[in-house]
Nanobody, 121 residues
Framework: QVRLVESGGGLVQAGGSLRLSCVASGRIFSTYAMGWFRQAPGKEREFVGA????????YYANSVKGRFTISKDIAKNTVYLQMNSLKSDDTARYYC??????????????WGQGTLVTVSS
C-alpha cells in the first residue's frame, strides 16, 4: 500500500514563502524519486520538481527554478518543498507522488489529497 500525505499549504502574499511537507508511508520506493506537482483551477496538473529518494539529486521545472527547493528527511520519510518569492501564478493545489528517478513519470498513479496554496497579489 502506498500513502502520501501533503500539508503546509495556506494563504500567503506575493513575495512570501511557504514550506510544504509530504509524508510517505506504506511501501517506500528507494530507487524512485519523490516528485511535487501542482494543479491550478481549470488547468492540467504540472510537474514542479523532484528529489531522488536515494542520493541528493534534485531537478525542477523552469517555472520554479531558483525559487523552489526540494529537500528530504529520510528518517521521517518526509520530503519538503520550500517555496520562496511566491507569485500569483503559483496558486494551485500541490501534490507529491512517486516518480521514476530523473523524470516526471508517475507510473503508480497514486496521489495524496494535496495541499492548497493561495498567493494573493
Amino acid at each position: 500500500q502506498v500513502r502520501l500525505v501533503e500539508s503546509g499549504g495556506g494563504l500567503v502574499q506575493a513575495g512570501g514563502s511557504l514550506r510544504l511537507s509530504c509524508v510517505a508511508s506504506g511501501r517506500i520506493f528507494s530507487t524512485y524519486a519523490m516528485g511535487w506537482f501542482r494543479q491550478a483551477p481549470g488547468k492540467e496538473r504540472e510537474f514542479v520538481g523532484a528529489i531522488n529518494w536515494s542520493g541528493i539529486s534534485t531537478y525542477y521545472a523552469n517555472s520554479v527554478k531558483g525559487r523552489f527547493t526540494i529537500s528530504k528527511d529520510i528518517a521521517k520519510n518526509t520530503v519538503y518543498l520550500q517555496m520562496n518569492s511566491l507569485k500569483s501564478d503559483d496558486t494551485a493545489r500541490y501534490y507529491c507522488a512517486w516518480v521514476v528517478a530523473g523524470s516526471n513519470r508517475n507510473p503508480l498513479d497514486t496521489w495524496g489529497q494535496g495541499t492548497l496554496v493561495t498567493v494573493s497579489s
